[in-house]
Each structure stands twice: as structure tokens, then as C-alpha cells.
């Protein structure tokens, strides 16, 4: 009676213990799987959002294309427009000697140009770089 009750605890024990490895082996291919999943999802969303070489390098051209310094005359006031590398500012010299300063943006994917806080559409035309406002308005500065 004692051999069939050790034997039976030995059996028991080993069913217990087989168990216990499947579902190890469960736990650790389903979190393998997940962590391929987690790698590839990242994989994913980082290639969807970096930019080709060849969008990259579109885009590097136009922003070097515009870089210089543009100016435009009006009666009452001399706007000098200087972008370098997708950025700049843009000097307001009035008259009366008032001068006015703002930063400048370039989304050359877009060919939008924000100055300040007016997003205008742009156009280069040779030497002259022309800013359409929303409402139709443009600006044609000249590159010097």
C-alpha cells in the first residue's frame, strides 16, 4: 500500500510538473510572438513616418533653392526676406524708421511659407519669389 501510494504521488508529480513546462512553454512562444509583434508594429511606424531618401533630398533641394536674401520695395517701406536652410526672418524697415521682425518657415512639401503667424503659398520664378496670401494678396520679392 505504502510502494502504490509513493507511486502515485510520483505519477501525480510528474503530470503536475509536465504541466507546468507546456504552459511555460506557452507563456514564453506567446511572448515571443508579442515582442515580434511589438518589433514589427515599431518597425512599421517608424518607416511610415522618416521620409524616403529620395522625399528627403526633394525636400533639402527646394529649402537650399530658396535660401538667399530677397528684397521688396514699396512706397512706405523695404521688406528684406533672408531664408537659409528652411528658416529665416523677414526685416519690415518703414519709413519713419519703425522696424519689424519675423521668424520665418519654410515647408518646401507644402510650398508654404510661414511668416509669423501668416501662412502664405510661394512660387519661385527665377529670381523672384512670390508669396500669395490667403486672400489672393501677393508680395513679389527679387533676389539679390
Do not use: W, Y
Given at each position: 500500500m505504502n510502494k502504490i501510494v509513493k507511486l502515485t504521488g510520483v505519477v501525480l508529480l510528474?503530470?503536475?510538473?509536465?504541466?507546468?513546462?507546456a504552459n511555460q512553454a506557452?507563456?514564453?512562444s506567446s511572448q515571443a510572438?508579442?515582442?515580434?509583434?511589438?518589433?514589427?508594429?515599431?518597425t512599421s511606424a517608424s518607416s511610415e513616418t522618416t521620409p524616403s531618401s529620395s522625399e528627403a533630398s526633394a525636400v533639402e533641394t527646394q529649402s537650399t533653392e530658396l535660401d538667399g536674401t530677397y528684397v521688396l520695395e514699396e512706397a512706405d517701406?523695404?521688406?528684406t526676406l533672408t531664408i537659409k536652410d528652411g528658416a529665416g526672418s523677414l526685416e519690415s524697415k518703414e519709413n519713419?524708421?519703425?522696424?519689424?521682425v519675423d521668424q520665418v518657415k519654410v515647408d518646401a512639401s507644402k510650398q508654404t511659407i510661414l511668416v509669423g503667424d501668416d501662412l502664405k503659398d510661394y512660387r519661385l520664378d527665377g529670381n523672384q519669389l512670390i508669396l500669395t496670401e490667403a486672400d489672393g494678396d501677393q508680395d513679389i520679392y527679387t533676389k539679390q
Open positions: 510528474s503530470i503536475f510538473l509536465g504541466a507546468c513546462q506557452t507563456d514564453s510572438s508579442s515582442s515580434q509583434q511589438t518589433s514589427s508594429s515599431t517701406e523695404v521688406k519713419d524708421g519703425e522696424v519689424d
